[in-house]
């Protein structure tokens, strides 16, 4: 069963946050996509930079059968067969450098925003499931929480504007984790 909006009283238009952004039918405005995804856990190693990383484990393990099978490559030039041989292995360096310098860009990207939350693992996760519970009316434009809080301080919200949809989630993400939870010297 659906929740009712707070703004609207309706249950016609609400949906779950996280449906509303998979929805295909019905996909949501790019500036509003932006606002309702929950952030990227941080200090997490990039998409990019993990197959950067794969690829160069790959090409070693074939560089290094190649080397261990002691094939020349079937030419007699020795330069050809050293770069049959280590080929690989370079090109497998270089991805690594790829993929390290793609992972540093990520870190301190993430580290420019540090004044922000979440910052560490632990703190993303509150806010991953305070996340899961909020709703959305597509005709308010509204998110809301329903009955069921995130936490035991946590109060089934009012509705708030689209606008300060991760400024909301943040804060009820930090008050729902504070207790028993010591600070992370992070
Ligand atoms: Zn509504």
Same mark, same amino acid.
């Given at each position: 069963m659906r929740p009712a909006c707070p703004t609207c009283a309706a249950p016609d238009e609400t949906v779950a946050v996280r449906k509303a952004l998979l929805d295909a039918d019905r996909p949501l405005d790019p500036p509003t996509r932006e606002l309702l995804s929950l952030p990227p856990a941080p200090g997490g190693t990039s998409g990019a930079a993990?197959?950067?990383? $794969?690829?160069?484990?790959?090409? &070693?393990? #074939?560089?290094?059968?190649? @080397? %261990?099978?002691?094939?020349?490559?079937?030419? =007699? *030039?020795?330069?050809?067969? $050293?770069?049959?041989?280590?080929? &690989?292995? #370079?090109?497998?360096?270089? @991805? %690594?450098?790829?993929?390290?310098?793609?992972? =540093? *860009?990520?870190?301190?990207r993430r580290s420019a925003t540090a004044d922000q939350w979440p910052q560490t693992h632990e703190q993303w996760q509150q806010l991953q499931q305070v996340w899961r519970e909020t709703w959305l009316c597509r005709r308010c434009r509204v998110a809301f929480l329903p009955a069921a809080p995130p936490g035991p301080d946590v109060a089934a919200s009012p509705a708030v504007p689209l606008a300060q949809f991760p400024q909301w989630t943040a804060t009820l993400a930090r008050r729902a984790g504070r207790p028993g939870t010591p600070a992370a010297s992070d």
């Amino acid at each position: 069963m659906r929740p009712a909006c707070p703004t609207c009283a309706a249950p016609d238009e609400t949906v779950a946050v996280r449906k509303a952004l998979l929805d295909a039918d019905r996909p949501l405005d790019p500036p509003t996509r932006e606002l309702l995804s929950l952030p990227p856990a941080p200090g997490g190693t990039s998409g990019a930079a993990i197959t950067f990383f $794969i690829l160069a484990g790959l090409l &070693a393990l #074939l560089g290094l059968h190649t @080397l %261990l099978s002691g094939d020349g490559g079937g030419s =007699s *030039d020795p330069a050809y067969r $050293i770069g049959y041989r280590y080929g &690989a292995f #370079l090109v497998a360096a270089v @991805l %690594l450098g790829i993929g390290l310098a793609v992972h =540093s *860009d990520h870190r301190s990207r993430r580290s420019a925003t540090a004044d922000q939350w979440p910052q560490t693992h632990e703190q993303w996760q509150q806010l991953q499931q305070v996340w899961r519970e909020t709703w959305l009316c597509r005709r308010c434009r509204v998110a809301f929480l329903p009955a069921a809080p995130p936490g035991p301080d946590v109060a089934a919200s009012p509705a708030v504007p689209l606008a300060q949809f991760p400024q909301w989630t943040a804060t009820l993400a930090r008050r729902a984790g504070r207790p028993g939870t010591p600070a992370a010297s992070d």
